[in-house]
Nanobody
């Protein structure tokens, strides 16, 4: 089992920045892909960005150029640097990790990001 704990969410004005962190614990030796998804009220959960253990990334067009994902494999932690935030970025942000075959798929509890003036 893998446990994921997100932190760093909050309230920020449009154009501002936030940095999210996700710390993993448990059976972390086979975490191939880690990343971030988000869900706004009334909408489906959607991809934000992911990163593999080799550093390959997959990022939604809506956040390209504004959000950057990184991971520290030694610390079992993934980060999301969010810049130039927009009101449409408001959502509950979830950390996710998967093994290479997608047999295991773990989720954190979510951290709220609210972008409002």
């Amino acid at each position: 089992q893998v446990q994921l704990v997100e932190s760093g969410g909050g309230l920020v004005q449009p154009g501002g920045s936030l940095r999210l962190s996700c710390a993993a614990s448990g059976s972390t030796s086979s975490m191939y892909t880690m990343g971030w998804y988000r869900q706004a009220p009334g909408k489906e959960r959607e991809l934000v960005t992911t990163i593999t253990i080799t550093g390959r990334t997959n990022t939604a067009d809506s956040v390209k150029g504004r959000f950057t994902i990184s991971r520290d494999n030694a610390k079992n932690t993934v980060y999301l640097q969010m810049n130039s935030l927009k009101p449409e970025d408001t959502a509950l942000y979830y950390c996710n990790c998967r093994d290479i075959t997608n047999r295991y798929n773990y989720w954190g509890q979510g951290t709220q990001v609210t972008v409002s003036s």
